[in-house]
């Protein structure tokens, strides 16, 4: 397999909206959900737990195949030095696909958990250092935005500390701030004491809201019916 091909396959598999896709399969428009994003915590508002973790795995193994495959499959081309750059170059272009997805007009997710299968596929030590950081964050704090900024955070000073090639921490760089700059919304209610924490429902309606949070509470009691707990 080509290199080029590779980094197109990865877009378009990374592109692949299957938080869309599932909440659509259950009748629900993911974006008049919650945050309106696509990822698993937006899925679980709207779904529950188990589709959120059927969410979470799929968005981890597309970030997590391209990689892969420049490791076993994918000579490198001349202007990269080795399989880990191509590793990172495949990853980032899967992530890209997942934040900008041409299926739906370069709408997308934050690029959090495929986020994660790149680094456990291209440079698997970061990986495990960053689901650490977001780990002991997340139980600290139960938001999943600051847990998610600050482990994507660590990759940056982990691939120096670790000796990864130049080139390598450069594409790693451009993930971590690709990751950041989809959660400036998220920083900005985390400065202002309004981001909700995991599990935490909206407040209660006001006049000008009352239609859409009555949606999404529609929404929430639906999942409950079926067996899906709701947060």
């Not at 696509?38 to 981890?60: E, H, K, S, Y």
């Not at 001349?78 to 191509?86: D, F, I, K, S």
């Not at 959090?112 to 990986?127: I, K, M, Q, R, Y």
């Not at 250092?129 to 955070?153: P, Q, T």
Request: charged share 15%; net charge positive.
């Amino acid at each position: 397999m080509d290199a080029l091909w590779l980094l197109v396959g990865a877009y378009l598999l990374g592109a692949v909206p299957f938080g869309y896709v599932l909440a659509r399969a259950k009748g629900v428009d993911i974006f008049q959900v919650g945050s309106g994003n696509i990822g698993a915590t937006n899925v679980d508002r709207a779904l529950g737990r188990v589709a959120a973790a059927l969410v979470l795995v799929l968005d981890v193994l597309k970030g997590w195949i391209p990689p892969v495959l420049a490791w076993h499959v994918v000579a490198p081309p001349e202007w990269l030095h080795g399989r880990q750059e191509l590793a990172v170059a495949a990853g980032l272009a899967a992530v890209l696909g997942h934040c900008f997805s041409v299926f739906l007009g370069l709408r997308g997710g934050k690029g959090v958990a495929s986020g994660v299968g790149v680094l456990l596929g291209a440079v698997w030590p970061l990986g495990l250092i960053a689901i650490v950081v977001f780990v002991l964050v997340m139980a600290a704090s139960r938001f999943v935005s600051l847990a998610s900024i600050l482990g994507a955070l660590s990759v940056v000073p982990g691939s120096w500390l670790l000796g990864y090639e130049p080139r390598v921490v450069m594409g790693l760089t451009v993930l971590v701030a690709l990751i950041w700059v989809r959660h400036r919304a998220n920083i900005g209610r985390l400065l202002a004491g309004t981001e909700r924490r995991f599990g935490e429902r909206a407040p209660a309606a006001s006049s000008r809201g009352g239609a859409s949070s009555n949606a999404e509470e529609a929404v929430r009691r639906s999942g409950a019916n079926e067996g899906s707990p709701g947060t």
